[in-house]
C-alpha cells in the first residue's frame, strides 16, 4: 500500500512536469535584473489602481510558469509580481542557506528594488506556502491577504511523515528528479518548518487555504499522516477559511479558478 502510494506521487510528478513544459507560455512583462550582484528573472505587471500587490511564491522546483493560467486574469484586477528563487530558471543560485527566512528576505529585497511597496497579498503553492506563511508571521504589517495553495505544514517532513520513513527506492527518485536548488531547499525544509512555528500566527488579515481533495483518497500511513497534515494547516491560522478544490496537488495548474476567485476575495476594495 505505501509502495503503490509513492509510485502515485512520482507520476504525478512527471505528470504536472510534463504539462508546465508543455504550457511554458512566457509570462507578460518577463524580465531579468541584477539585484545584489546577481541575476534575478521575474513577471511584473503594474496596475494603476491597485490596492495591493499580488506576490506569488512557487512549490519545491517550480517555476513561475506555474501561474501562467492565473497571472494573465488577476492582473486585471491589481498589480502581480512572480519570480524565480535563486538556481530556479534564469536565476542566478547563491551561496547562502536555502531555508526560509534566507529566502523571504531575499524576496522582500527585489520587491523593495522594484519598487513594489505593501500591502501584499502573499499566495504560495506547496513549499511555496510555507515560504509565505513565514513571510506573513516575520512582517503581518505587510500583508493585506494569504492564500494558500495545498501549502507545505510546518512540522509536514517530521515524525511519520520524515524523509527516513520514504521506501529507499523513492527517495533515490526523488533526489534524481530535483534540481540543485531544490535539494538544497529540501534539506532545510524542517529548519524552514521551525522558523514558521516560531513566530506568532497571522491574525486579523484574510487568510483562505486552498486544500486538494483528489490526495485524501489515498490511504496509507504515510498518506493518512500527509493528509492529516493538509488538514490541519487551517487550524494554524484561526478564522482563516478553507476550502476542498476537486483537484490534485496542483491546483495552479488544475483549477486555475479556484487560485483566482480566492485572490479576488481578499484583495482589498473587492
Known amino acids: 500500500m505505501i509502495s503503490s502510494y509513492f509510485t502515485r506521487v512520482f507520476l504525478c510528478f512527471g505528470v504536472l512536469l510534463s504539462i508546465v513544459v508543455s504550457g511554458c507560455a512566457s509570462l507578460p512583462n518577463e524580465k531579468i535584473v541584477y539585484v545584489d550582484h546577481r541575476q534575478v528573472e521575474f513577471s511584473l505587471i503594474k496596475h494603476k489602481a491597485a490596492t495591493a500587490t499580488v506576490v506569488f511564491e512557487n ?20 498589480t502581480t509580481f512572480a519570480y524565480n528563487r535563486p538556481g530556479y530558471g534564469s536565476s542566478d543560485p547563491v551561496s ?35 515560504y509565505m506563511q513565514l513571510y506573513a508571521r516575520r512582517y503581518p504589517e505587510e500583508v493585506a491577504g494569504l492564500i494558500l495553495v495545498d501549502s507545505t505544514h510546518p512540522d ?26 531544490a535539494r538544497e ?52 491560522y484561526p478564522g482563516s477559511k478553507q476550502v476542498w478544490v476537486d483537484s490534485g496537488h496542483g491546483i495552479p495548474i488544475e483549477s486555475p479558478g479556484s487560485v483566482i476567485e480566492a485572490i479576488r476575495e481578499v484583495l482589498p476594495g473587492q
Open 156 to 181: 509536514q517532513f517530521k515524525n511519520q511523515g520524515a524523509i527516513e520513513n520514504w521506501p529507499a527506492w523513492f527517495r533515490v527518485a526523488f533526489h534524481m528528479y530535483l534540481s540543485s536548488a
Open 185 to 236: 531547499e529540501m534539506d532545510l525544509i524542517n529548519t524552514t518548518g521551525d522558523e514558521v512555528s516560531a513566530l506568532p500566527t497571522l491574525t486579523g488579515k484574510p487568510l483562505i487555504v486552498l486544500s486538494a481533495r483528489q490526495p485524501m483518497k489515498e490511504k496509507s500511513e504515510l498518506a493518512d499522516y500527509a493528509n492529516e497534515k493538509r488538514k490541519d494547516i487551517a487550524h494554524l
Open 59 to 78: 512549490g519545491l522546483d517550480g517555476k513561475m510558469y506555474w501561474w501562467n493560467k492565473v497571472i494573465p486574469e488577476i492582473s486585471k484586477d491589481t
Open 96 to 130: 547562502t542557506p536555502r531555508d526560509g527566512l534566507h529566502i523571504i528576505d531575499e524576496l522582500k529585497s527585489l520587491l523593495s528594488s522594484e519598487g513594489l511597496k505593501p500591502p501584499y497579498v502573499l499566495v504560495g503553492h506547496s513549499l511555496g506556502g510555507l
